[in-house]
């Protein structure tokens, strides 16, 4: 779990700072140099760069790795949102996909959210 959390927050982080610079996915990929869809798999959590890779996006934004890995309360959210829509988007069972919504729907008038 905390490998897959580190990667919603990484991912959280690079579409952060990529959007800071307003950079569409494929301007950020090209500087890079890797293909738009690896920039969509990092910025989603589903894959963390290796360390070649983190080498050279700190170099092209000219961060530090402190920099690049200063997570704000906004990019934990954001992970936290992404795992929840992930975890349901695996679900195949069409009733339990149902029964989580009705859960959700009903957790947040309980709780008046």
């Not at 927050?9 to 800071?20: A, D, N, Q, V, Y």
């Not at 950079?23 to 760069?49: A, H, M, T, W, Y």
């Not at 069409?94 to 008046?112: D, G, M, P, S, T």
């Amino acid at each position: 779990m905390l490998k897959s959390s580190l990667k919603f927050l990484f991912g959280c982080r690079i579409k952060s700072i990529r959007e800071s610079l307003q950079l569409s996915q494929e301007k950020f990929s090209e500087l890079i140099g890797i293909e738009r869809d690896s920039v969509s798999k990092i910025e989603n959590g589903k894959v963390f760069p290796s360390g070649e890779r983190l080498e050279k996006i700190a170099e092209k934004l000219n961060l530090t790795y402190s920099e690049l890995f200063a997570f704000s309360n906004d990019d934990t959210f954001q992970a936290l949102d992404m795992a929840v829509y992930n975890e349901i988007a695996d679900i195949k069972d069409k009733n339990a996909k149902q029964f989580l919504l009705q859960f959700i729907r009903l957790y947040k008038e309980q709780h008046k959210i």
